[in-house]
């Protein structure tokens, strides 16, 4: 069995995915603002025009 070491990279790895964890917990409640377009919204009012 091989001895696995702890690196810097591998610290960092751990540190970016803590924070990535971090943002994705307090962005979870604004998310339907951050991911709405305005170019969808347009297409949807014109199927429903369409209707």
Known sequence: MTDR?????GD????VMEELYKFA???RAIA???????SE????GEA???E
């Open 41 to 44: 919204r347009k297409a949807q």
């Open 25 to 27: 917990r307090l962005t």
């Open 48 to 50: 429903k025009r369409n």
């Open 12 to 15: 960092r790895v751990v540190d």
């Open 5 to 9: 070491r702890h690196s810097a990279c």
């Open 32 to 38: 339907p603002f951050l991911v709405d377009q305005y």
